[in-house]
C-alpha cells in the first residue's frame, strides 16, 4: 500500500504539460521546453535515489520511526530535522531523507543548478530575484514527485524515514494513519515562530543567502494554518517535541517533549512562546475579520487527550471552544 496515492504523484507531474499556465508566467523559457525540463528531471532521478535513499537499511528489531517536521515555512524545520538527526543518531542516524526542497531541488545539478539556475538563465531574467523564484516554481513540481516517489519506496522498504515538510495539508491524517498502520513509530517535531520573525527570516534567505524557497503567500497561509492541524499531530504520533524560534538567525530552541504520555519541559520561555503563539492563532481564528470562525481546542486540552491515550482514559479534547474576547 502506497503512503501517497498515484494520483498525487500524477498530478505533480501533470505540471510539466504543456498546457500548465506556468509556462505562459514565464515566457523566457515556453511551453516548447516543457519536454526537455521533464528530461532533466528523470535524469535527476538517480542523483536523489543514491543520496537519500540507497545507503538507507531497514530496522532490525524493532518498529521503523517516521520522523517529521510540522510547521509554517522559515519556523526552522530543516535545520532542526537535522540536528536532531545528529544528537540522537542511535535512533535516527540511518534514515531515508525525504525533502522536496533540502534534499530535493538543492540536489537536482541537471533541472535546478545546471539549467534553471544556470548563467544563461539568470542572464535571460530581469533580476536575480526573478531567476531564483522561476527556477523555484519551474524545478518544485519535479522535487515534489521524485520526493514522493522516494517516500513510497522507503515506506514499502520500512526504512526509517526522515520527512522534511510543513505537514499542513489537510490529508495528513490520511498520510499520518496510512504510516501507522504500515507499522511505523511516528515522532514528530513541531517548529513555531512569531509571523514578523518568519516574513523577515524569508526576506534574508533570498537577499543574504541567495536561496528562494517560498512566497510570501505561502509564508502567510500556511502559518495559519499549522495551529488547525495541531490537534492532528498530538492524536496521531506516539511521540513529539516541540520547538521555538526566535530570531532569524537563531536555531530553533526545544520547547518540550512528549513521549509515553508524558510532557517534559526542557525551556520554560520557549514553551511558553509556543503556547502562546497558539493561542493568539486560535483567538484569530474565533474572531476573524471576515469569514466562518473556526473554533479550536485549548492547547492544555491537547495535551491532556495526548496523556490519556497513553494512560488508556480515552479522554478526547473534542466539541466547541470559544477564546475569551480580548
Known amino acids: 500500500m502506497s503512503v501517497i496515492s498515484h494520483e498525487i504523484i500524477d498530478n505533480w507531474k501533470k505540471q510539466y504539460d504543456g498546457n500548465n499556465p506556468l509556462w505562459a508566467k514565464y515566457p523566457q523559457i515556453g511551453r516548447d521546453k516543457a519536454d526537455y525540463i521533464k528530461t532533466l528531471v528523470e535524469r535527476d532521478r538517480p542523483i536523489l535515489h543514491q543520496i537519500c535513499l540507497q545507503d538507507t537499511v531497514p530496522a532490525q528489531g524493532r518498529k521503523p520511526v517516521y520522523l517529521a517536521t510540522c510547521g509554517a515555512p522559515l519556523a526552522g524545520k530543516s535545520t532542526t530535522l537535522e540536528q536532531i538527526m545528529a544528537v540522537d543518531s542511535e535512533r535516527y542516524g540511518n534514515m531515508a531523507k525525504i525533502d522536496p526542497d533540502r534534499w530535493g531541488m538543492a540536489l537536482m545539478a541537471n533541472t535546478y543548478q545546471d539549467y534553471l539556475m544556470g548563467a544563461g538563465m539568470i542572464a535571460d531574467a530581469e533580476n536575480y530575484e526573478q531567476a531564483q523564484e522561476r527556477a523555484y516554481d519551474i524545478a518544485r513540481p519535479g522535487s515534489n514527485y521524485l520526493t514522493l516517489e522516494m517516500l513510497n519506496e522507503a515506506a514499502e522498504r520500512k526504512l526509517d524515514i526522515a520527512h522534511g515538510t510543513t505537514m499542513t495539508s489537510p490529508h495528513i491524517n490520511t498520510l499520518l494513519s496510512t504510516i501507522k498502520a504500515q507499522g511505523y513509530e511516528i515522532d514528530l517535531l513541531l517548529c513555531s515562530a512569531e509571523d514578523d520573525m518568519r516574513a523577515d527570516a524569508q526576506q534574508y534567505r533570498a537577499n543574504v543567502q541567495g536561496y528562494y524557497q517560498s512566497t510570501p503567500e505561502d509564508v502567510k497561509s500556511k502559518g495559519i494554518v499549522f495551529p488547525q492541524r495541531m490537534q492532528t499531530y498530538f492524536v496521531m504520533a506516539d511521540n513529539l517535541s516541540i520547538f521555538w524560534r526566535e530570531g532569524v538567525t ?77
Open 250 to 326: 537563531e536555531n530553533a530552541i526545544k520547547a518540550a517533549t512528549y513521549s509515553n504520555g508524558q510532557k517534559t519541559v526542557h525551556n520554560e520561555k520557549a514553551y511558553e512562546n509556543f503556547v502562546n503563539k497558539y493561542e493568539a492563532d486560535r483567538y484569530t481564528l474565533a474572531y476573524p475579520e471576515q469569514g466562518e470562525a473556526l473554533y479550536l481546542c485549548p492547547f492544555s486540552r491537547i495535551e491532556q487527550a495526548y496523556s490519556a491515550r497513553h494512560t488508556n482514559t480515552h479522554t478526547s479534547p473534542g466539541g466547541l471552544f470559544l477564546p475569551s474576547i480580548k
